[in-house]
């Protein structure tokens, strides 16, 4: 099972959401709050239509409950 990893910095709660790459993370600002881990539901989301796979593909690998997170991608 091979995939790809990729660091994020999630900025929940914002007033507008935006993707930027910062090196090798990207920095992604989410409409969405941190509570009943929409935020966290909404980055996957973003992640998986930018990859162009499917939500069930993103994991949250670490970082469930703080802003800097590590992604995994499953073919």
Request: aromatic share 6%; no cysteine.
């Amino acid at each position: 099972m091979l995939g790809m990893y990729i660091k994020v910095f999630v900025t929940p709660a914002a007033k507008r959401e935006k993707v930027e790459e910062k090196g090798e993370t990207l920095a992604i600002s989410v409409r969405e709050p941190a509570l009943g881990n929409r935020a966290n539901d909404r980055v996957r989301e973003i992640v998986a239509k930018r990859f162009g796979k499917p939500f069930g593909k993103v994991r949250i690998l670490t970082g469930h409950r703080s802003r800097g997170k590590m992604l995994s991608i499953n073919n």
